[in-house]
Every structure is written in structure tokens, then in C-alpha cells.
């Protein structure tokens, strides 16, 4: 029956099912790449699939539920799996030009507005200003303008530089959107950059240069006086690729212009459409950034192993870092263990050392309890004037730490990768902000019975290699 259909009638069907709206666009593109032949080889389960996106993300009661889908339970890099940038690119470089929307594709923000603008507010001493400066922000408002009513709202001079300053560092490179758009440069695509802000050009125009991307224009809503997709209205384009996270207000009403979308779903929202541990609010917001950009940016395919170090227990360890920066302190762990890395103090299994501090912190990691305790004994009787204070990490954390037993031992595998990349992205993006012990719980918590499985699973399968894509 399907056979007698014509292919153009095929062809509408197709894109009517796979354009409804985002989230069906973004869940079919990632069935697409689970199984690139299932379109061609099974029709009928492909097509049965498809109707099912458009039942379940159609409806408002349900479309939001994240079925299936859980930090520290459920494999997401599996099921949120993005077309490696290579093969991604050919859809570029059909086309003569490309238009990218810079926001939440080409650049990420660690916090959105109304959290960032409460940073700033903080930063100025200027109670209520987040609010107000919220309700100003138009796109084609210059920041200039905006700061002017801000001045006359407050009655004090304010200026937009420490705004500008902070927006600079709230921006985090998308190296996957960086990656496809060296390919399309290199040969030799037309690139539009546009973005819908109150910022002016010289601002992105010094973040693009600091990132060595190319450009061959770059357009602002504030200085056109028009919004980014009357911006690419104006262009007079023919033919060209649309890449953008925007798919209501840029890639639907550009693919009927004839625009190439290349839909990029933004990694945050990826990590707000799956299921959390309770978190703190403002946590919450980093983490979901951070990891988003991160992990689901489409760079790696990482292993459930090393996904479940980001997600899960490298936050659980960073949470522990305030703990773990006293002077005269211990810990009992490999010298040349992950921990050493993370915690950036000493750490040793021979206790020979003699310290001359009238109080010494040992710390028990809970790798070897009679271990631990021989240890001690070595480190009173090369400091016999000193008094210890044993401290255990896992009654400090309030939960079994034995599955994580590999960082403290200096083991290397995906797990302990995992962990030492998020405490490194998070300590960078976030300029070193805390995570609580009741937050890093929570997620550790929520992965622990994967992480045990991972651990105590076959030598090959905890080892796996994360691939670049």
C-alpha cells in the first residue's frame, strides 16, 4: 500500500509529522540517529513511532512529563543522541549560506536573565533591580537606554559596563556549533550571525573573536531595529541553512522561506525535560547549564559510566570540597588518586610522615577500615606531641561511599573521568561557587544503584571509552 503513495504526498506526510513542534522534532531527529536505517528498512514501526511523538507531545497534560527519563537512573546521552557534527555539516553545506542565532546555540548561558540580572543587582547594591531590569529588556532597546530609565527609576547614575562585564563570563562556548561552522568556513559558506539583545555588536563581536570563529556579518535586534528573523528577512537570501535552538520564532518561520533548518534543541532545556532529585533553585539552574553544555552539547557520546561521574557523583564530591581545604590535614588516599587532583591537599597510604602540628586531621576515605587504622598508628608515632582528629567522609556525607572506593585509590576509568570533568567545568563556569552537601546527596543518591551496578560490572564495560564525535 505504502508503495502506491507518490513520494512528494510521502514527503509532506513526513515533514507535517516531523515539524509539529519542537519537542517532536528534536525526539524524531534523536530516533533518526539511534537508527539511521529504520526509516528505510522498517517503515512501519518508524511511521508508528513517529504518530505516537505526535500524540504524547501534542497533548498540554502530558507532553511535559518526562517519561523515561531520569538523571542517575536512565542512560540520556543514549536517548538525547545528536548526529556527530561531520555528518551533521553536509546538511550545510548544501547551501551557500548559513544564518546561526548566537543565543542558546552558538553560546550557552550559565544562568538565564532573571537569575543573571539578580547576580548583577547583587554586584551594583541595588536592591529591586533585578525585577525592573527584567521588565526593560526589549531587543530592539539599546542597553544604553535601557540604563538610562534605570538611572531615573533608582535616582542614581548606573552604568551598563558591569552587566556587560558579567554577560561576557555568563557565555559558554558551544564547541559543537563552533565545530560545524569551522567546517562550513573552511569551505567557503556565507555566515550570518543575528541575535535578538540589547547588547551592542562591538560585545558579541569581541566574544566571537576571543572564540577564533569566523563571521562574515554579524546583525543585533538593539542596532537594526528589527527582530533577528526580520533581520534574515532582509538579507534577500535564496538558499541557506538555518541553525538555531529557536524553533518556534526562527527555524519554523525561516523553513517556510525556504530556510534549511538545523534544529539544535538547547542542552539546558535537554536537562530541564528529565526528571531531578529535589535541588535547591539556584543550584539547579547552574547544574542543568553546566551539565547540559557539557554532556548533551553533542561533542561526546561519553559511556553511561562517565555520565553517571558528571551527573551524579561529581557533583556528590564537590560538594565536599569545603570540607576537604583545612590546613594539617590527611587524607587517606593514593598520592596519585583522582581525590589528590580534586581535593589539591595531601593525601598518602604510609603515614611516615611527621607533620609537628599540635593538631592533626586524618581523614578516612573508607577504602580499607584496617588499614586506616595501622596508618594512624604510624602517623601518632611520628607525631607523638600532635593530637589527632579522625574525621570519616562517609558519616561527614551521611552516605556509603564504597562505590566511589576508585577515586580515592587511583584507579582511572570512566567513572572517575566523569567526575573530575564536572568539578572542573563547574568550578570554571561558575567562578568557583558551592554546591551543598544536601544538593550533592540528592544526585549522588538518585545514581547510586547504577553506579554500584557499574562498579561491580565486567572490567570492559566500566572502562569504556568516551568517543568524540
Same mark, same amino acid.
Given at each position: 500500500m505504502l508503495e502506491k503513495l507518490s513520494v512528494d504526498f510521502v514527503r509532506k506526510i513526513f515533514h507535517i509529522l516531523t515539524n509539529g513542534n519542537a519537542k517532536i522534532k528534536f525526539h524524531t531527529i534523536c530516533m533518526q540517529n539511534r537508527d539511521r536505517e529504520k526509516a528505510a528498512n522498517r517503515p512501519v514501526e518508524f511511521g508508528l513511532k513517529l504518530l505516537g511523538y505526535n500524540v504524547w507531545y501534542r497533548l498540554p497534560g502530558i507532553?511535559?512529563?518526562?517519561?523515561?527519563?531520569?538523571?542517575?537512573?536512565?542512560?540520556?546521552?543514549?536517548?538525547?543522541?545528536?548526529?556527530?557534527?561531520?555528518?551533521?555539516?553536509?546538511?550545510?553545506?548544501?547551501?551557500?549560506?548559513?544564518?546561526?542565532?548566537?543565543?542558546d546555540s552558538l553560546f550557552l548561558p550559565v544562568l538565564e536573565k532573571k537569575r543573571f540580572y539578580q547576580q548583577v543587582e547583587h554586584r551594583l547594591s541595588c536592591p529591586g533591580f533585578a525585577k525592573i531590569r527584567f521588565g526593560l529588556e526589549k531587543p530592539c532597546m539599546k542597553i544604553d537606554a535601557i540604563y538610562k530609565e534605570l538611572s531615573r527609576i533608582f535616582q542614581k547614575q548606573l552604568s551598563p559596563q558591569i552587566e556587560l562585564e558579567m554577560a561576557a563570563e555568563n557565555f559558554m562556548p558551544n564547541r559543537y556549533i563552533i565545530r560545524l561552522?569551522?567546517?562550513?568556513?573552511?569551505?567557503? =559558506?556565507?555566515?550570518?550571525?543575528?541575535?535578538? %539583545?540589547?547588547?551592542? &555588536?562591538?560585545?558579541?563581536?569581541? @566574544?566571537? #573573536?576571543?572564540?577564533? =570563529?569566523?563571521?562574515?556579518?554579524?546583525?543585533? %535586534?538593539?542596532?537594526? &531595529?528589527?527582530?533577528?528573523?526580520? @533581520?534574515? #528577512?532582509?538579507?534577500g537570501l535564496e538558499k541557506y541553512g538555518v541553525v538555531s535552538a529557536d524553533f518556534n520564532h526562527f527555524i519554523r518561520p525561516l523553513h517556510k522561506l525556504g530556510g534549511r533548518s538545523i534544529y539544535y534543541r538547547a542542552p539546558m532545556q535537554l536537562m530541564r525535560d528529565v526528571w531531578h532529585p529535589k535541588l535547591s533553585e539556584e543550584f539547579?539552574?547552574?547544574?542543568?547549564?553546566?551539565?547540559?553544555?557539557?554532556?548533551?552539547?553533542?561533542?561526546?557520546?561519553?559511556?553511561?559510566?562517565?555520565?553517571?561521574?558528571?551527573?551524579?557523583?561529581?557533583?556528590?564530591?564537590?560538594?565536599?570540597?569545603?570540607?576537604?581545604?583545612e590546613e594539617d590535614t590527611v587524607y587517606y588516599a593514593a598520592s596519585d588518586s583522582p581525590f589528590t587532583r580534586l581535593a589539591q591537599a595531601g593525601c598518602t597510604t604510609n603515614g611516615y610522615i611527621k607533620l609537628g602540628s599540635p593538631v592533626i586531621n586524618l581523614i578516612d576515605t573508607g577504602i580499607d577500615p584496617e588499614?586506616?587504622?595501622n596508618f594512624v598508628q604510624r602517623i601518632q608515632a611520628h607525631n607523638p606531641e600532635s593530637r589527632l582528629r579522625i574525621v570519616s567522609l562517609e558519616k561527614t556525607a551521611g552516605i556509603n561511599l564504597e562505590p566511589l572506593s576508585c577515586v580515592f585509590t587511583g584507579m582511572d576509568n570512566e567513572l572517575t573521568r566523569g567526575i573530575l570533568d564536572f568539578c572542573q567545568d563547574f568550578a570554571s563556569c561558575t567562578h568557583r561557587s558551592t554546591i551543598s552537601v544536601s544538593d550533592g546527596r540528592a544526585l549522588y543518591t538518585w545514581g547510586y544503584?547504577?553506579?554500584?551496578?557499574?562498579?561491580?560490572?565486567?572490567?570492559?564495560?566500566?572502562?569504556a571509552q568516551a568517543t568524540a564525535v
Open positions: 507532553r511535559n512529563i518526562p517519561v523515561g527519563r531520569e538523571i542517575g537512573k536512565t542512560y540520556l546521552t543514549r536517548k538525547y543522541l545528536r548526529l556527530p557534527v561531520e555528518d551533521l555539516s553536509s546538511e550545510i553545506l548544501e547551501n551557500p549560506s548559513v544564518v546561526c542565532d548566537i543565543t561552522l569551522d567546517i562550513a568556513a573552511y569551505h567557503e =559558506i556565507t555566515i550570518h550571525f543575528v541575535v535578538d %539583545s540589547s547588547y551592542p &555588536k562591538e560585545f558579541y563581536s569581541k @566574544i566571537l #573573536k576571543r572564540n577564533h =570563529i569566523c563571521w562574515d556579518t554579524l546583525m543585533v %535586534s538593539c542596532e537594526e &531595529k528589527k527582530n533577528k528573523q526580520e @533581520i534574515v #528577512k532582509g538579507l539547579r539552574d547552574q547544574y542543568d547549564a553546566v551539565c547540559g553544555a557539557k554532556v548533551f552539547s553533542g561533542k561526546k557520546r561519553p559511556s553511561f559510566a562517565y555520565e553517571l561521574g558528571y551527573l551524579c557523583a561529581g557533583p556528590f564530591l564537590y560538594s565536599l570540597i569545603p570540607f576537604l581545604g588499614g586506616f587504622k544503584g547504577n553506579i554500584c551496578k557499574l562498579v561491580h560490572s565486567d572490567e570492559g564495560a566500566f572502562h
